[in-house]
């Protein structure tokens, strides 16, 4: 039997799915939904040296420095509430602003 939805689908010209929609709680199972995150946990050293560096630093040079992905450190850095310098700000911009 066709389901009600799906014969105003065809009765349009429009394809019709043969096992519900993409996202019907039918076909889709809830393990397949959920993130599992694995990331290496900032250590007190890591902070530190993070929080000495960050300010007159490019922040591509500190992820190297601390063997971390570049958003890691902008996500962290952004978390504890650290800036970058206006002079290093100023010296970036090669004195646009």
Same mark, same amino acid.
């Given at each position: 039997?066709? &389901?009600?939805?799906?014969?105003?689908?065809?009765?349009?010209? &429009?394809?019709?799915? =043969?096992?519900?929609?993409?996202?019907? +709680? &039918?076909?889709?199972?809830?393990?397949?939904?959920?993130?599992?995150?694995?990331?290496? +946990?900032?250590?007190? *050293?890591? /902070? =530190?040296?993070?929080?000495?560096?960050? @300010?007159? *630093? +490019?922040?591509?040079?500190?992820?190297? =420095?601390?063997? @971390?992905?570049?958003?890691?450190?902008?996500?962290?850095?952004?978390?504890?509430?650290?800036?970058?310098?206006?002079?290093?700000? =100023?010296? /970036?911009?090669?004195?646009?602003?």
């Amino acid at each position: 039997m066709v &389901r009600r939805t799906n014969r105003r689908r065809i009765a349009r010209g &429009r394809n019709v799915r =043969k096992y519900g929609s993409r996202t019907s +709680p &039918r076909t889709r199972s809830r393990t397949s939904t959920r993130r599992t995150f694995k990331f290496k +946990p900032w250590t007190p *050293t890591e /902070i =530190k040296t993070l929080r000495k560096i960050y @300010r007159d *630093t +490019p922040t591509k040079d500190v992820a190297k =420095k601390l063997g @971390r992905s570049l958003s890691s450190v902008q996500g962290k850095a952004g978390g504890l509430g650290l800036h970058k310098t206006a002079a290093y700000m =100023k010296k /970036i911009r090669g004195g646009w602003r």
